[in-house]
């Protein structure tokens, strides 16, 4: 189960980190700075299931 859970919010954050490197940093919107949010939570996360 936390492997799935895992894998999804990998998923998840590759998907929105590609979507806002096309976008720039400039204009960063709530719902950017929330989305990097979860991105460096997932990563955090895989960096301690390692």
């Known amino acids: 189960m936390k492997k799935s859970?895992?894998?999804l919010l990998f998923a998840?954050?590759?998907?929105g980190t590609?979507?806002?490197a096309a976008c720039?940093?400039?204009n960063?919107?709530?719902v950017e700075e929330a989305g990097e949010e979860?991105?460096?939570a997932a990563e955090?996360?895989?960096e301690?299931?390692?």
């Open 12 to 15: 998840i954050g590759a998907a």
């Open 24 to 26: 720039g940093d400039a």
């Open 28 to 30: 960063d919107g709530p």
């Open 44 to 46: 955090e996360m895989e």
């Open 38 to 40: 979860v991105d460096e």
């Open 5 to 7: 859970m895992l894998a």
């Open 18 to 20: 590609g979507t806002l």
């Open 48 to 50: 301690e299931v390692e």
